[in-house]
């Protein structure tokens, strides 16, 4: 089982940064994809970027000019650098790790985004 626990979530203004971090629990850190989503009020939930257990990322389009996604094994946690925020990146975010037929969710943090 593999729990995951974002953090990093605030308010930040318009042109802000931000990094989210998303630490896993147990020993399978390494052979996870991990990814970000998110979720607008009324809205479904987007992919943002994943990133392979290789390190390789992918991003969607709308996404790969502001944010990035890493990872780093030896804290077994997953980042999301956020670049020039504007109000519609408001959002809970959220965290998903992937292995085989397994599906994990963390909790989520809000960012907001807002002058």
């Known amino acids: 089982q593999v729990q995951l626990v974002e953090s990093g979530g605030g308010l930040v203004q318009p042109g802000g940064s931000l990094r989210l971090s998303c630490a896993a629990s147990?020993?399978?850190?390494?052979?996870?994809?991990l990814g970000w989503y998110r979720q607008a009020p009324g809205k479904q939930r987007e992919w943002i970027a994943s990133i392979r257990p290789s390190g390789h990322p992918e991003y969607a389009d709308s996404m790969k000019d502001r944010f990035t996604i890493s990872r780093n094994a030896a804290k077994s946690t997953v980042y999301l650098q956020m670049n020039s925020l504007r109000s519609e990146d408001t959002a809970v975010y959220y965290c998903?790790?992937?292995?085989?037929?397994?599906?994990?969710w963390g909790q989520g943090t809000q960012v907001t985004v807002s002058s």
């Open positions: 147990g020993n399978a850190f390494s052979l996870l994809a």
């Open positions: 998903n790790g992937q292995r085989n037929e397994n599906n994990y």
